[in-house]
């Protein structure tokens, strides 16, 4: 490699151990390494790895500093994608306040390609690398408002023997006033296509969070999680060639929000579930910053179609993907983006309008989104026009939300469900119910009651399993970042009672999980029912029909001391788990509950189904799993009581260098 500066650069790109997975990736993402720079007649501008700027390179102002940083910056985000020790982070001086610039010295261009890596802020003309050919700009690039540096590449072979100058400038003082560059190449080697780039290099960045996030006793075992890292809400689940597969919003890069793409598994029972590469990425050459929450659906030749909210500097829209593979590795986005943008809308104005989830009926096909519409939260409902899926009508609001308060829906979803239609939404933290009719006529749902489903889940998905069940999926966020955070709850099937409750219970495949099996009866709890040192391991399903008899409460301990308590009060028929407010249960004389601890993770099924809770415990069972029932101010019994130890489920992450 030629060296301008005594400074080697190199590029960001997969992990040299990628290779060996190639069989199990997408051949195009697979194979990157071999199309990037880095090759040995490149001529590095600089890397930025001395404790000083390269020779001759000159700065103004504050913003940079007297040499490269080494990351992060004070009170600065974590900076990740740069390469080696080194870096410039315009963050010196006054954090975002500081100005400045920094030169380099003239150098000739002998290459077709200059490239680059670059974050920080998204100010066109405040914060931005500059090409210069006798002092006139000739590329520019901005950041994207992120500190995940990106590889960018410009074409400057028309330029091929001038000499020119790299500047970078901070001009901005506001919020992400910043810029970061790193590896200033000159190379004969045009990079790959954005998606295989980007999609590779969150690869890489998942594969070094994975042994952090396998280490935390914390993690669920059963439960569905990413293969570390950050997720949130689960996406597009679809039942497709024998396989369920399940998207969900996924940051590759750290274990908070931010960069949201789609993560993608597949399973043939719902329970066991194999890693995919990352499904979708945000398009930062179409001014896309995240690939937020959305659906898949069959187009009319079967071919599945991801719709998602496209969040950039701008409005936002609904963009459309189309899978490329029949495994549902590959996804290629339309050329026809956006699908359905703020014009479709006419005069009405959305407020937070995303989340499209697509269902069809009579043979057409419609999507509903969320948002607010004159400060009243809305679901909005479209009619697709062509077969393709492509083009849409808008057919208004269908629905809004009963609560004056309420100025936003998130996550919509509609599905018919014995005899009438579902609909859920998700509004400030919870996920509500609404049994009733959907005239497609009018365009107008009526409610006939309304419920609050899985109680401490959010952003819900509904799909149809290959029986055509009605599947539910949630959404559970553990406010704890040891290189993950965030789970699904059990995927459970949904029903509606005659009296329109919606009732939902774990798919019976879980069953497949149990070990040991303790089954006790009529107990009386005059004593308490202690189960420590009968059963091991930190994960757990209990089934308990107790009677309260005239006890006032009644208390299942799942560990020593009272943050892991379930508790019941008699009089007020009133259930609290940890971390969520009482909810009362329907008039019976017993207390069914059936419970499934999984290292923190909490799922509880209480009055058959009518009644579901879920929650994150701040510590996991020990492994001599201490549950105890107890019993206050009276006499109760525990009719039958069955408890499984449960095994793990096989959540295989071998793809991104897991277990």
């Known amino acids: 490699m030629l060296l301008v500066s005594s400074f080697i650069g190199v590029l960001i790109s997969a992990n040299t151990s990628c290779a060996a997975l190639a069989a199990r990736l997408p051949r195009s993402v697979a194979s990157v390494k071999a199309h990037t720079p880095g090759n040995k007649d490149d001529i590095t501008i600089a890397d930025f790895e001395g404790a000083r700027y390269p020779d001759g390179w000159t700065t103004t102002g504050t913003a940079f500093g007297l040499g490269p940083a080494h990351g992060a910056i004070g009170g600065q985000q974590a900076v990740t994608g740069f390469v080696g020790q080194g870096l410039v982070n315009s963050y010196f001086g006054a954090a975002d306040g500081a100005t400045g610039t920094l030169t380099s010295p003239p150098f000739v261009i002998g290459r ?34 992120s500190e995940q540096l990106a590889r960018m590449q410009w074409d400057v072979g028309d330029l091929k023997g001038k000499t020119a100058q790299i500047q970078i400038t901070d001009s901005a003082t506001g919020q992400w ?27 890489e960045a998942i594969r070094a969070a994975v042994p952090t996030a396998e280490a935390d006793a914390r993690r669920p075992a059963y439960h569905f999680h990413a293969p570390a890292q950050w997720m949130n809400d ?50 930062k050459s179409a001014g896309e910053d995240h690939v937020y929450s959305g659906s898949v659906f069959p187009r009319a030749d079967g071919t599945p179609m991801a719709f998602y909210t496209s969040i950039g500097d701008r409005e936002p829209e609904q963009w459309g993907a189309v899978a490329a593979s029949g495994d549902l590795a590959t996804w290629r986005k339309s050329a026809e983006n ?97 049994v009733g009719q ?31 069940d009605l599947i539910y999926y949630g959404w559970m966020h553990t406010e704890q970042g040891s290189g993950w955070n965030g789970y699904l709850t059990l995927p459970s099937t949904l029903r509606i009672a005659p009296d329109g409750t919606v009732i939902r219970k774990p798919i019976a495949k879980f069953e497949s999980l149990r070990g040991k099996h303790i089954h006790l009866a009529d107990h009386s709890l005059a004593s308490a029912l202690d189960l420590t040192g009968q059963l091991s391991g930190k994960s757990l399903e209990l089934i308990a029909d107790i009677d309260p008899g005239t006890a006032t409460s009644v208390t299942i301990h799942l560990r020593p001391g009272s943050a892991a308590d379930i508790h019941y009060d008699a009089a007020s028929r009133a259930l609290t788990i940890p971390h969520r407010d009482p909810v009362t249960l329907p008039a019976d004389s017993d207390l069914k509950l059936r419970i499934f601890v999984d290292n923190g993770a909490l799922d509880v099924y209480a009055a058959d189904g009518a009644v579901t809770l879920a929650a994150f415990l701040d510590e996991p069972l020990t492994p001599d799993a201490g549950v105890r029932i107890t019993s206050d101010g009276g006499a109760a019994t525990v009719k039958n009581l069955d408890a499984y130890e449960m095994k793990p489920a096989v959540i295989d992450d071998r793809v991104f260098g897991g277990r």
Not at 112 to 140: C, E
Not at 369 to 387: C, D, E, F, H, S
């Open 112 to 145: 077709k390609y200059l490239s680059f890596l670059i974050g920080g802020g998204r100010h066109p003309a405040q914060t931005r690398i500059d090409l210069l050919v006798n002092g006139v700009s000739q590329r520019t690039a901005t950041g994207g408002d």
């Open 177 to 203: 006033g910043h810029i970061n560059i790193d590896a200033i190449t000159l190379t004969d080697h045009k990079l790959p296509d954005e998606r295989t780039r980007l999609l590779a290099s969150a690869m």
């Open 234 to 283: 689960p996406n597009g689940p679809i039942y497709d060639k024998g396989w369920h597969h399940i998207f969900y919003q996924f940051n590759p890069y750290g274990a908070k929000w931010g960069n949201m793409h789609w993560g993608h598994a597949r399973s043939k029972d719902m329970v066991n579930w194999e890693q995919m590469s990352a499904a979708l990425w945000p398009s």
């Open 338 to 434: 956006p699908l359905v943008s703020g014009v479709t809308n006419g005069a009405d104005k959305i407020a937070e309008w995303r989340d499209p989830f697509l269902f069809s009926e009579n043979g057409a096909t419609y999507m509903v989104t969320g948002g607010g519409l004159n400060g009243r939260g809305v679901v909005l409902m479209y009619q697709a026009i062509n077969p393709n899926l492509t083009s849409w009508q808008y057919l208004g609001p269908i629905f809004h939300h009963p609560d004056a308060a309420i100025s936003n829906i998130e996550c919509p979803n509609i599905a018919r469900l014995d005899g009438k239609w579902l609909l859920l939404t998700s509004t400030y933290g919870k996920v509500e119910s609404f």
């Open 438 to 468: 959907l005239d497609l006529k009018t365009h107008l749902f009526t409610t006939e009651k309304r419920g609050v489903l899985a109680d401490g889940s959010y952003a819900s998905q509904l799909t149809h399993d290959a029986a055509g």
